[in-house]
Each structure stands twice: as C-alpha cells, then as structure tokens.
C-alpha cells in the first residue's frame, strides 16, 4: 500500500541557508500535518493543512512556511537556518480534518544544519 | 496546555516477559490516543488508536487501554521479543486545540535474548 513519502531523506545545509522539504502524502488523503524531532526529544507540531487551507498553527518559527498544493502535496521552507534547526522533520496525512482520523506518518527527513 | 508523561522512560527486560508502558495526561477532553513506534532514526509507525470512546484495542500481543477520566492509558506488549526493542511514544489529540497530536517523551524499550 502507498505510504506517506517525504523527500529528500537526508538534507545537510549551512547556517543561514534555505531548505525545503516535500511531503506527498497517501492518495485521497487531504489533511497534512509537519511536526519536527529534535534530538533526544519528542515530535513537536508544527503546522497543518486541510484543502489547501491551513487549518492549525504550533510551534512553527516565523522562519519556516508551508503550502499544501492541488495535487495535496505540502512543502515546508526553512530560511535563515539555524543549528537548532537540526531535527527529524515529519509530514503525517489524514483523509480528513477529523480527529477521528488516523495519521500516517513518513520516514520522515534528516536535516543537518552545520 | 495538554502535558503527556509516559513511564517508564527506559525499559530493559529478558525476552519472553509480559511488559506494561504508561501514558498519562492532564486534559481528560481528547479525540483519541496513539501508541507509535520508533526505531532509532526512523519514521513513526502506529500501532494502535484508542477512540476517546472506547475503553481498550488489541493488536496481535499490543493491548492498549483508555481510561479518559483519569487520564491513562497503558500499552501491554505480551511474550516480548528482541524486535519489539524500540521506542515506544504515546500521543494525544485533543479535541479542543485543533488536530495536533501531543506525544510523551517515549519509553525506550529493549528486550534481550
């Protein structure tokens, strides 16, 4: 079965670059959730989409942006990196803004900011 | 603001041991609980959901309980393995701050031969 894919795996920048990072999620899933794990701690939340829409806010740095797309895929913009910006990025979908809903995760996506 | 605390952070046991990891949370108004698994570096993988109205699930050897009221929940690995070593995160949906999950911190479990 198609799972979430997050792309690229691994991503290795320099203080005060950019990233991007691309999610794309299960087919007939609307809903896309970005969380981000530092090390050694638990995955934080970031922000989601549902519909194109965002449809709830965490605790994402002004610094970074996300969209979601017309074929649903998200994408996360990271500027001004920073080391603490080093963490496992997570992108989850739902079929649905449903706390009902069970969310898939990806592998996920090693940034490494030097 | 939702806290979830899993119990306990690290676990060592002998294969073949029934084991129990705890989750527990301060705001008793949520949609549902999760228990994920995490390989180290690796994705998140979900292993069961609890509906808020919903009392327990089972999976294969996972059991995982809901007690809402007093805000627990408990998953229960029966006849470990040693590839059942991994981190196991619990999470939470609240049903009155949007659709993010809260996870605890983890417990990191290993199970030796």
């Known amino acids: 079965a198609a799972g979430v894919i997050q792309s690229p795996r691994h991503l290795i920048k320099e203080k005060r670059e950019t990233a991007t990072l691309k999610c794309y999620p299960i087919p007939r899933h609307d809903t896309v959730y970005w969380y981000q794990q530092g090390p050694g701690q638990d995955p934080q939340f970031l922000i989601s989409?549902?519909?194109?829409?965002?449809?709830d806010k965490g605790s994402i740095p002004d610094r970074f942006s996300a969209q979601q797309f017309s074929d649903y895929h998200s994408e996360l913009n990271m500027s001004s990196l920073e080391l603490g910006d080093s963490a496992l990025y997570f992108c989850?979908?739902?079929?649905?803004?449903?706390?009902?809903?069970?969310?898939?995760f990806g592998a996920g996506s090693r940034l490494t900011v030097l | 603001k939702q806290e979830v605390t899993q119990i306990p952070a690290a676990l060592s046991v002998p294969e073949g041991e029934n084991l129990v990891l705890n989750c527990s949370f301060t705001?008793?108004?949520?949609?549902?609980l999760q228990w994920f698994r995490q390989d180290p570096g690796k994705g998140l993988t979900s292993l069961l959901l609890i509906q808020s109205s919903q009392r327990e699930q089972t999976s294969g050897r996972l059991n995982a309980s809901l007690d809402k009221s007093s805000g627990r929940s408990t998953l229960y690995i029966a006849a470990s393995q040693p590839g059942d070593s991994a981190t196991y995160l619990c999470?939470?949906?609240?049903?009155?701050?949007?659709?993010?999950?809260?996870f605890g911190k983890g417990t990191s479990l290993l199970v030796t031969p």
């Open positions: 989409f549902y519909e194109k829409m965002q449809s």
């Open positions: 989850a979908s739902s079929p649905g803004d449903s706390g009902a809903n069970v969310l898939t």
């Open positions: 705001d008793s108004a949520i949609y549902n």
């Open positions: 999470a939470v949906l609240n049903s009155n701050s949007g659709y993010a999950l809260n």
